[in-house]
């Protein structure tokens, strides 16, 4: 290190200081429920190449730690004193803005005509135009539906706010008075923190700050390395599956096959699906990415919280993203519910550094962020309101020694609950039901945490009901070490009444005036044996609420009457259940996943996905979608039958796929001998 090892600790509080400082300053004065209430933004400090070295440790969306902000400002010709750069494009900011919602300013930093920092904010917009309000819809095909594309452009330039920019884009979003409001509270963001680091440069110097920022980053890295050294030496491959691309049944699969040397981490995505023609892709440009390194992050800091949150964290991480795969799309390509894709893939994660250690993970949250958005439309100007209600998610896995948290998970960001009161301030709808879903929590020695139900009534005419990131209505949280898979997804409009309807994996939804629409998200997975939890705290499960009676006895052995706990019964069944059951098993995905594997086990996916990445992109998707109706016939009825009654016969689907493979590369040998 260049500087006193004290002088970089202070350091690394007022930097953190200044980015929290801005944090604040960015929510108290934005317009958006999105920002003010949700937490859907961001702020940091960044060095002159475009890390990060200064970020909130509470404030704002959590996982952003690694961009990098040096690409998009490398498409600006000249920069000077009182530039603000905006971009909101996933391809030409090469994965700074990583769905096109997301608005990015950054304000360069200049000293005596250098620059020497930068500051960075992001808010999650209102609306940004495209096919449907709010932007988002995991049906759109490619970028162009997703809304209004803006590539890096100065927004302020020497000072001076470039009102062509702003025309431009108020009028191609449905709410531009409020998200006006969310860029100005942004732009005062960056005032403070260019304020701030001209503070401290006078107190210590710039070469000392410069420093520092250097400083920071060498112990954020080693401190990593010490961590990441518990990660035994080896190579361990873990996948996981999307419920489906939405425009067909078709599961996504990712695939993480993850190598550790002496603390130093390699991440290789080879194996993961091709690019789909739906939202699900993440636009990482194929490099080291905050959406691949998220769990890593996570990691470290919760076995050194001493770790200073800059871009050193990952210096020992790297990363291979094929292009053309759901982790590294091609241009073009539709990212807007790119959320759904980065959970499943930072669970690819877990199971493989649950393999490499065991014991040193949780097992798997309930695996979705869905902000449920609200569309109201004003009876008598027509305009619409564009609003988030809730930011639903389920419960956070269970883990060696504790059950997880009910009814929350910071797993993908650190976005709060929406105050009901001010959902129904802003919105005419009511809020009918907010509670945490019973049995929902993987059944283990120690319970997966509960997921919720989530209901509102609909008042006006015309009103619209979007949910993104719904996922695992198919495909289980899964259990870990003897743990349960959690239960899935449900979306439902009138519950328990005579017009009971199930919606299933929600795009956008028009309810009638009186419907109640209820989300029920899934719990996490369950963490060792079922049968060894304590059967006193399986009857405070079921005083409060987690658990029924039913379950009690199904998942736990435990019988509970009237009068309280069965002792000397719960004893006898849970023996005759071991007896019957045999050891559990490492991982427990559930009879869905299970099926599917029996069928589309890894070596088979691996081929097959050599195979279409030899394909155009252009003509990989349906020959895909083609493959696997053909291999399960009955595919496209899932959603109405359980995947695994879908499947049917294993053997005969197995003869399909093998024979299916063998056409498919035929056909890819006769194209590349033609071409």
């Given at each position: 290190?260049?500087?006193?090892?004290?002088?970089?600790?202070?350091?690394?509080?007022?930097?953190?200081?200044?980015?929290?400082?801005?944090?604040?300053?960015?929510?108290?004065?934005?317009?958006?429920?999105?920002?003010?209430?949700?937490?859907?933004?961001?702020?940091?400090?960044?060095?002159?190449?475009?890390?990060?070295?200064?970020?909130?440790?509470?404030?704002?969306?959590?996982?952003?730690?690694?961009?990098?902000?040096?690409?998009?400002?490398?498409?600006?010709?000249?920069?000077?004193?009182?530039?603000?750069?905006?971009?909101?494009?996933?391809?030409?900011?090469?994965?700074?803005?990583?769905?096109?919602?997301?608005?990015?300013?950054?304000?360069?930093?200049?000293?005596?005509?250098?620059?020497?920092?930068?500051?960075?904010?992001?808010?999650?917009?209102?609306?940004?135009?495209?096919?449907?309000?709010?932007?988002?819809?995991?049906?759109?095909?490619?970028?162009?539906?997703?809304?209004?594309?803006?590539?890096?452009?100065?927004?302020?330039?020497?000072?001076?706010?470039?009102?062509?920019?702003?025309?431009?884009?108020?009028?191609?979003?449905?709410?531009?008075?409020?998200?006006?409001?969310?860029?100005?509270?942004?732009?005062?963001?960056?005032?403070?923190?260019?304020?701030?680091?001209?503070?401290?440069?006078?107190?210590?110097?710039?070469?000392?700050?410069?420093?520092?920022?250097?400083?920071?980053?060498?112990?954020?890295?080693?401190?990593?390395?010490?961590?990441?050294?518990?990660?035994?030496?080896?190579?361990?491959?873990?996948?996981?599956?999307?419920?489906?691309?939405?425009?067909?049944?078709?599961?996504?699969?990712?695939?993480?096959?993850?190598?550790?040397?002496?603390?130093?981490?390699?991440?290789?995505?080879?194996?993961?699906?091709?690019q789909v023609l739906a939202a699900y892709n993440i636009p990482t440009g194929g490099q080291r990415h905050p959406w691949l390194t998220l769990k890593?992050?996570?990691?470290?800091?919760?076995?050194?919280?001493?770790?200073?949150?800059?871009?050193?964290?990952?210096?020992?991480?790297?990363?291979?993203?094929?292009?053309?795969?759901?982790?590294?799309?091609?241009?073009?390509?539709?990212?807007?519910?790119?959320?759904?894709?980065?959970?499943?893939?930072?669970?690819?994660?877990?199971?493989?550094?649950?393999?490499?250690?065991?014991?040193?993970?949780?097992?798997?949250?309930?695996?979705?962020?869905?902000?449920?958005?609200?569309?109201?439309?004003?009876?008598r100007t027509g305009a619409r309101h564009v609003m988030v209600l809730q930011s639903l998610v389920g419960g956070t896995g269970a883990r060696l020694?504790?059950?997880?948290?009910?009814?929350?998970?910071?797993?993908?960001?650190?976005?709060?609950?929406?105050?009901?009161?001010?959902?129904?301030?802003?919105?005419?709808?009511?809020?009918?039901?907010?509670?945490?879903?019973?049995?929902?929590?993987?059944?283990?020695?120690?319970?997966?945490?509960?997921?919720?139900?989530?209901?509102?009534?609909?008042?006006?005419?015309?009103?619209?009901?979007?949910?993104?990131?719904?996922?695992?209505?198919?495909?289980?949280?899964?259990?870990?070490?003897?743990?349960?898979?959690?239960?899935?997804?449900?979306?439902?409009?009138?519950?328990?009444?005579?017009?009971?309807?199930?919606?299933?994996?929600?795009?956008?939804?028009?309810?009638?005036?009186?419907?109640?629409?209820?989300?029920?998200?899934?719990?996490?997975?369950?963490?060792?044996?079922?049968?060894?939890?304590?059967?006193?705290?399986?009857?405070?499960?079921?005083?409060?609420?987690?658990?029924?009676?039913?379950?009690?006895?199904?998942?736990?052995?435990?019988?509970?009457?009237?009068?309280?706990?069965?002792?000397?019964?719960?004893?006898?069944?849970?023996?005759?259940?071991?007896?019957?059951?045999?050891?559990?098993?490492?991982?427990?995905?559930?009879?869905?996943?299970?099926?599917?594997?029996?069928?589309?086990?890894?070596?088979?996916?691996?081929?097959?996905?050599?195979?279409?990445?030899?394909?155009?992109?252009?003509?990989?998707?349906?020959?895909?979608?083609?493959?696997?109706?053909?291999?399960?016939?009955?595919?496209?009825?899932?959603?109405?039958?359980?995947?695994?009654?879908?499947?049917?016969?294993?053997?005969?689907?197995?003869?399909?796929?093998?024979?299916?493979?063998?056409?498919?590369?035929?056909?890819?040998?006769?194209?590349?001998?033609?071409?």
């Amino acid at each position: 290190m260049k500087l006193d090892p004290i002088l970089v600790e202070i350091f690394f509080h007022k930097v953190t200081a200044i980015a929290e400082e801005m944090a604040i300053t960015l929510q108290r004065t934005a317009r958006t429920t999105y920002v003010k209430e949700a937490g859907d933004f961001g702020t940091a400090l960044a060095t002159p190449e475009g890390r990060f070295f200064a970020y909130p440790k509470v404030m704002g969306v959590s996982g952003f730690l690694d961009s990098n902000v040096g690409p998009a400002l490398s498409r600006i010709d000249h920069l000077e004193p009182g530039d603000v750069i905006l971009t909101n494009h996933p391809f030409e900011s090469e994965g700074l803005a990583t769905h096109m919602p997301d608005l990015h300013l950054i304000r360069p930093i200049f000293h005596e005509g250098r620059i020497v920092a930068h500051a960075w904010d992001f808010i999650h917009s209102a609306d940004i135009g495209g096919g449907v309000p709010s932007s988002i819809s995991p049906r759109f095909s490619d970028l162009y539906q997703e809304g209004f594309q803006i590539p890096p452009v100065k927004l302020v330039k020497a000072g001076v706010m470039n009102e062509d920019v702003i025309r431009l884009y108020t009028a191609n979003c449905r709410t531009p008075e409020v998200n006006l409001g969310d860029i100005k509270a942004m732009l005062a963001a960056l005032q403070v923190g260019e304020k701030r680091v001209h503070g401290l440069i006078a107190q210590h110097g710039l070469q000392t700050f410069l420093d520092a920022q250097d400083d920071l980053a060498e112990v954020a890295a080693s401190k990593a390395l010490a961590v990441q050294k518990q990660l035994p030496d080896g190579t361990y491959a873990f996948w996981d599956l999307l419920d489906d691309d939405f425009n067909s049944k078709v599961p996504v699969r990712v695939r993480c096959e993850l190598t550790a040397k002496d603390g130093r981490v390699h991440l290789d995505f080879s194996g993961t699906d091709p690019q789909v023609l739906a939202a699900y892709n993440i636009p990482t440009g194929g490099q080291r990415h905050p959406w691949l390194t998220l769990k890593l992050m996570h990691f470290i800091y919760s076995h050194d919280k001493t770790v200073p949150l800059n871009h050193g964290l990952f210096n020992n991480i790297t990363v291979t993203a094929p292009v053309g795969t759901v982790v590294n799309p091609e241009p073009g390509a539709a990212v807007g519910v790119r959320s759904a894709t980065a959970i499943r893939l930072n669970e690819a994660l877990v199971g493989a550094m649950s393999i490499a250690r065991p014991g040193l993970m949780p097992a798997p949250s309930g695996g979705i962020m869905i902000p449920s958005v609200l569309v109201e439309q004003d009876a008598r100007t027509g305009a619409r309101h564009v609003m988030v209600l809730q930011s639903l998610v389920g419960g956070t896995g269970a883990r060696l020694g504790a059950d997880g948290v009910d009814g929350r998970d910071s797993s993908l960001a650190n976005q709060r609950n929406t105050p009901i009161e001010k959902t129904e301030e802003e919105a005419e709808a009511t809020i009918v039901e907010y509670a945490l879903r019973q049995d929902s929590g993987g059944a283990g020695r120690w319970r997966g945490g509960t997921g919720v139900v989530f209901s509102v009534r609909i008042a006006r005419y015309g009103s619209a009901v979007l949910g993104r990131g719904m996922e695992r209505f198919v495909f289980r949280p899964w259990g870990m070490a003897g743990g349960r898979p959690a239960e899935k997804a449900r979306v439902v409009v009138n519950l328990g009444t005579p017009k009971e309807r199930e919606l299933g994996k929600l795009d956008i939804f028009y309810p009638d005036p009186g419907d109640v629409v209820t989300i029920m998200t899934p719990g996490g997975g369950g963490y060792g044996d079922p049968l060894d939890r304590p059967e006193d705290d399986v009857l405070r499960d079921v005083e409060v609420g987690y658990v029924s009676r039913e379950a009690a006895r199904r998942d736990y052995g435990v019988i509970i009457t009237g009068s309280g706990l069965d002792r000397a019964a719960t004893d006898a069944l849970r023996t005759s259940m071991r007896a019957l059951r045999g050891p559990p098993p490492d991982f427990d995905f559930g009879p869905e996943r299970d099926a599917w594997e029996q069928v589309f086990d890894d070596a088979s996916m691996l081929r097959i996905n050599a195979l279409f990445m030899r394909l155009g992109s252009n003509v990989r998707p349906q020959r895909r979608r083609e493959l696997f109706e053909r291999v399960i016939p009955d595919l496209p009825k899932v959603g109405v039958v359980p995947l695994h009654e879908v499947i049917g016969d294993i053997d005969a689907a197995r003869r399909r796929l093998s024979a299916e493979i063998e056409a498919l590369a035929a056909h890819v040998e006769a194209m590349d001998v033609a071409g």
